[in-house]
């Protein structure tokens, strides 16, 4: 029996504190005119001292869950997509199953940058169709600015704070995800990337001195990538499931640069208002920008039931890539429950285990 991986859960998180392109006049040489004509971004949330990857990654994970009406034990796995983990290891994913009480689940970051939320919905799809996993917690969470240069004006103007994420369970009834495409070409790798922190280039007075440790891009090559592989990848995930571009209700691209969204719809011959855009608040958030616009497009009753959407996007790496969704919502008839309850019950158990390990270190000398 075919089994089919459906999104009945979704949530975001995203920082209280908002920089608008007027406040960054103060400190960076740009205008307001000069972003907005460049990018379409007006304002862009940033996080506070509090707020971490995991922390936003963990508020859109319980809010996904509650939308489901799924407790946080029901989760098989956490994949948490980012290119601004907590830690190089251990994986933010699993600091956010420990934060929600996902007691059952297996977990483990996705790295593919700004497209890791397509990669990530991928893969769980894929653990679903398998028959390895029946509940999958997919998130994008991102504290881009924390790797950020905010005194270079081509690159802070553009990134933002945040997290979304979607829940995915089996089903037997057709519909879910129907498609996905990932591809990439590490030729381009140079393109976009942060040149220190890893083992090629560990951190050092010399890297820092020399703000290795910052993103950096080829806007303009960056630019002419995106535009050609936002059509092709499109194009190529509804020719994977037969679906005409004309069925489909609402095309949520990678909220990266108006221009960019904008390109690719004359690309792919769509009126513009068939897309979700919501950069203009949010910048870039990378692998947060597509499940924020979808959990937006929601709200505004632009996906409804039965629906097909397409989530398409693009990052570092280089990669692309895409997903056809035929929209399903929570399942319903269960009763009530309130994961947000597990947040306690989940510090507690950490606490006790940590306690653990200390007496077992004690008596064993270590």
């Known amino acids: 029996m075919a089994r089919y991986a459906h ?6 998180g995203v920082p209280e504190k908002v920089l608008t392109n007027c406040e960054l006049m103060q400190t960076v040489d740009t205008t307001d005119e000069w972003i907005r004509s460049r990018t379409g971004i007006t304002e862009r949330r940033i996080a506070a001292n509090e707020d971490t990857t995991a922390s936003l990654a963990a508020e859109a994970a319980i809010q996904a869950l509650r939308t489901a009406n799924v407790k946080p034990d029901q989760v098989d796995l956490v994949i948490v997509a980012t ?11 699993c600091i956010v199953q420990d934060r ?16 890791g939320f397509i990669f990530a919905l991928n893969m769980g799809t894929q653990s679903i169709r398998s028959g390895s996993a029946d509940t999958v917690l997919v998130i994008g969470a991102e504290t881009l600015s924390r790797i950020i240069n905010w005194k270079d004006r081509e690159t802070c103007i553009l990134f933002g704070d945040g997290a979304g994420a979607f ?16 591809r990439s070409d590490g030729s381009g790798a140079d393109l976009l990337s942060l040149p220190a922190g890893g083992s090629r280039m560990p951190a050092s007075a010399q890297s820092v001195q020399n703000g290795d440790h910052y993103l950096r891009m080829n ?7 995106a535009t050609r592989v936002m059509v ?10 037969q679906v005409k571009k004309e069925d489909v209700k609402l095309f949520v691209p990678h909220q990266a640069n108006s221009r960019i969204i904008e390109a690719a719809a004359r690309g792919l011959d769509i009126p513009l208002d068939r897309c979700m855009l919501n950069l203009d608040r949010y910048g870039n ?12 497009a929601l709200e505004k009753g632009r996906l409804t039931p039965g629906d097909k959407t397409v989530f398409v996007g693009f990052g570092a790496g280089l990669t692309w890539g895409s997903c056809l969704v035929q929209w399903t919502g929570p399942f319903t008839g ?8 597990y947040r306690l019950l989940a510090r507690v158990r950490s606490l006790i285990l940590r306690l653990v390990r200390r007496i077992e270190g004690i008596i064993w000398g270590r």
Do not use: Y
């Not at 007691?103 to 497209?115: E, I, K, S």
């Open 232 to 241: 092709s990848a499109t194009k190529e995930v509804l020719e994977a499931a």
């Open 100 to 115: 929600i009480g996902a007691v059952n689940a297996g977990a483990f970051d996705l790295l593919a940058a700004c497209t």
């Open 167 to 182: 829940l995915l369970q089996a089903s037997d009834e057709p519909g879910g995800v129907l498609s996905a495409v990932m």
């Open 83 to 93: 290119s601004s983990p907590e830690h190089i290891f251990p994986a933010t994913a």
């Open 7 to 12: 999104i009945t859960g979704w949530g975001m």
């Open 334 to 341: 269960k009763k009530r429950v309130h994961p947000e309850r």
């Open 285 to 296: 958030t990378s692998t947060a920008s597509i499940p924020i616009a979808v959990c937006e």
């Open 219 to 225: 806007g303009r090559e960056v630019f002419r990538f």
